[in-house]
Each structure stands twice: as structure tokens, then as C-alpha cells.
């Protein structure tokens, strides 16, 4: 990548930043000082000591390509980049999800494309919140509920996007659910075949065995639009930053509990598009716009622990 050494990466801290540079890089500044959190805690711990150090040196030097956008402005180009590809890490937490949202983007107008006039519906799954330590389980009886609930005559969708959220309660409870995109037929909206908000209620209690009425969100997505609107929604982090660093044991329990678990599954006539997103994404670099297959300068930003920003390095 570059012969600069790690521990001198941003070491200025009179230089400019990365987010004065380019605004629309500030969220790396965000979500490497999360990572900062997160490594503190993982390095508290005897059992996580190796994660630690590994989302230390996440992330640490970014090298960017200059180029030129079409009105000429100047724009940085994410070329090279190390990253720990850690679950709970919040920099690959955010570069995973960004990736998962690029194919998601590409392939959904394909789906829309060869089924017209199919509809789209955005369900989340819920059931009460357990304690930190029965997650796994938890998650491991809501999968398997699931796939009883699709297998229900009454179930509409012939294909769906399924993606699991963890979030934390106020007492340190887990609150998991899922967040599910539908593909239903045409004629979902008229007659019998439309399912009221108290039939899905009473299927997924059917299906999750359990002895209340859980809550459930139904929306349709409206005639004439596109899914893609539902995709930051659906496709974004698995628990979110803020409750990763709340409380350290429920972080480090949240760990243990998740290991192995998938964050998203696809079914039906969805997964011969969608099977990429149940994988871990190849590339965490990407793309935010096309290269123009010119020669460019390279620049460099390093992460600085003391002003919490991404610092230019003079190479």
C-alpha cells in the first residue's frame, strides 16, 4: 500500500483534515472514533485482546486518488485501504453495509424490471426483549420461526430479503428483529388476497410460538415506486454505534452471542438476485464514482487519535 509507517499516520495534527478536504468523507472521522471505543473495550478483555489489535491498525493510513468530477471539481477516490473485517468493528460495520447497499442498488431496478407489476411490501418481525445472554438462542428460534412463517399457505411473498437489527434496551435488555423486503404478486392488493396488520400479527405469532401478540409493521411500497427507497432501512448496520459502546460487558457479551450468525438471508425469486448479500462483501473499497481511466496523484490521510480526525500525510 505505502512505505508510510502506521504509528506516524497523522501524527500532525496541524495538518488538514480529511473531512476539510472533503466534506463528503467526514463520516470516516465518525466512524473510526467509534472504533476507537470499541477497541478499548475488546482490549480490556483477556478473551478479545487479539481483536483489539486488530481494529487498531483498521482502517489507520487511507490512500485516495485525485480526480476529476464532470464540472471539473476535484474529487478524492478511496484506492487502498487495510481493514480488520471485524463483526462488531464500526468502520467495516459501515464499509460492509455501504457495499451491501451498492448491489442492492444495481440489482433491485433488475427485479423491478422482470416483474413489472409486482408489488413490495417492508415487514419487521418482532418479539419482546430477552437479556444480552439468550441472544444466540434468541436469534437461532426467530431464523427457524421464520422459515415456518414462509412456509405458511396464507404467506404472500414469492421472494423476500430478510436482515437481522440488535438493539439494546435501556435496562441492558436485546431487542432483536427483523427487517424484511417482499416481492408479492400483482393482485396482492385486491380481494382475499390482501392480509390485514391483525393476519400478520396472528402468523407470526403462529409461526414464533409465542403466547402474546408481538409487534409487527407492515407498508406497502406505494404503486409506481421503486424498493430502493427501502434499502438504507433494510441493508444498514446490524447494531448501530451508539449502543455498541453504551455499556462494555452487553458490547463484549453482544460479541460472543453474535459469532457465526448471519446478518441476511434472501428466499424465493429473490435469492437467484440477491445471494451475493448473504456473503461477507469481497470489497470493502468500492466505487463512489466511475473511474475515468486516467493517471492520478495519490494522497494520504491517517487517523489521529488525539483530535479524532483523519490527518494529510506529506509523503
Known sequence: MSSIAP???????????????????K????????????????????????????????????????????????KLKLRSARFCRLRHCPVCQWRRSLRWKAKAYKVLPRIVTTH?????????????NVPITKLR??????????????KLKAFPAEGWLRSTEVTRGKD???????????????????????LKQAKWVEMWQKSARLDYNPILDVRSVREGSKPMELVPELLKYCTKESDLVADKEWFLELTRQMHGMKGVATGGLLKEYLRELEEEPDDLIGSDFDDIGTDELSVYFGWNRKSKKYKFIDS
Request: charged share 20%; hydrophobic share 35%.
Open 7 to 25: 504509528e506516524s499516520a497523522g501524527s500532525n495534527s496541524q495538518a488538514p483534515s480529511l473531512s476539510e478536504v472533503s466534506p463528503r468523507d
Open 27 to 74: 463520516p470516516w472521522d465518525k466512524h473510526r472514533a467509534f472504533a476507537d471505543k470499541v477497541e478499548g473495550f475488546y482490549r480490556s478483555s483477556s478473551e478479545f485482546q487479539g481483536y483489539g489489535e486488530k481494529i487498531h491498525d483498521c482502517a489507520d493510513l487511507l490512500r485516495f486518488g485525485l480526480q476529476l468530477s464532470d464540472n471539473d471539481a476535484v
Open 116 to 128: 413489472p407489476r409486482h408489488r413490495w411490501l417492508f415487514v419487521t418481525l418482532t418479539q419482546k
Open 137 to 150: 438462542e434468541t436469534l437461532i428460534h426467530m431464523n427457524a420461526s421464520f422459515a415456518r412463517l414462509v
Open 172 to 194: 441492558g435488555s436485546a431487542h432483536p428483529h427483523f427487517h424484511c423486503l417482499l416481492l408479492v404478486s400483482p393482485n396482492y392488493f385486491s380481494g382475499r388476497n390482501y
